[in-house]
C-alpha cells in the first residue's frame, strides 16, 4: 500500500514539472512573437494579456467550481488541454500556420487551464498531508516553484538554440508528466459533498 505521502510527493513533481514549462513558455512565447511574426509592443502586450487575463477573471468563479468538483480529475482535464494547446502550436509553427490571433487566443486557453489547475492543486494538498505537516509542504511546493521560476528561461534559451519548435515541445512534455503524476493519486478522488448552508459561498459574493 503506497504512504500517504506518496500522493503529497506526485502533486509536488506535477507543480514543479509544470511551472518549468509555464517559465519556458514565457520565453518561448515573445521570442516567436517577435522572430517570426515581427510583433511590436502592442502585439506582445495583446499576447502577454492574454496569459495573465484568465488570473484576473476566472480565478474566482473556477475556485467555486472546484470546491464542488473532483479536484484530481480538473486537474487532469487542465493538464491534457495545456498539452494539446501547446502540441497544437508546435505543429502549427512547424507547418507555418501560425498568426499572432491564434497565439493570443491559444495562450488565453493554456491560461485558464493554467488557473484551474493551481486552484485545484492548493486546494487538494491539505487533503494530502497531516495538518501538522501543512506548513512544511506549502514551503517546499513554494521554495520549487521558485526553482523552477529560475530554471526555465535559461532552459528555454539552451533549447531555442537548436529549435524554436522544441519549445513548445517541451512545454506540451511537461503538462503530459504533469498529467501523469496526478493521475496517479489515489486519494483526492471523489467529488465532495454538498456544504452545510452556512458555509455555501457563491463565487459572485467575493467581489460584492
Known amino acids: 500500500m503506497r504512504k500517504p505521502r506518496s500522493d503529497f510527493n506526485a502533486v509536488w513533481l506535477a507543480q514543479t514539472v509544470s511551472t518549468i514549462g509555464d517559465n519556458v513558455s514565457m520565453v518561448v512565447v515573445p521570442f516567436v512573437l517577435v522572430e517570426h511574426f515581427h510583433a511590436g509592443k502592442i502585439g506582445l502586450s495583446v499576447v ?24 484530481r480529475r480538473l486537474m487532469i482535464i487542465s493538464d491534457a488541454a495545456r498539452f494539446g494547446t501547446f502540441a497544437l502550436l508546435a505543429l502549427l ?3 507555418d500556420r501560425l498568426n499572432i490571433w491564434l497565439i493570443g487566443a491559444m495562450i488565453f486557453v493554456v491560461g485558464s487551464f493554467t488557473v484551474a489547475h493551481e486552484v485545484s492543486s492548493n486546494t487538494l494538498v ?6 501538522d505537516e501543512l ?5 517546499l511546493l ?7 521560476r529560475l530554471v526555465g528561461p535559461p532552459l528555454a534559451g539552451f533549447i531555442m538554440a537548436f529549435s524554436v519548435t522544441t519549445g513548445f ?5 511537461s503538462y503530459l508528466i504533469s498529467g501523469v503524476c496526478i493521475a496517479s493519486l489515489k486519494r483526492g478522488r ?11 459561498l457563491h463565487w459572485a459574493d467575493g467581489i460584492r
Open 169 to 173: 515541445i517541451v512545454d506540451a512534455v
Open 93 to 95: 509553427l512547424g507547418t
Open 142 to 148: 513554494q521554495s520549487t516553484g521558485t526553482f523552477a
Open 126 to 131: 491539505p487533503d494530502l498531508v497531516p495538518r
Open 135 to 139: 506548513h512544511r509542504a506549502n514551503a
Open 48 to 71: 502577454s494579456a492574454m496569459q495573465w487575463l484568465p488570473f484576473a477573471l476566472l480565478a474566482i468563479p473556477i475556485g467555486s467550481l472546484v470546491q464542488r468538483s473532483d479536484k
Open 190 to 200: 471523489g467529488i465532495p459533498g454538498p456544504a452545510e448552508p452556512a458555509e455555501t
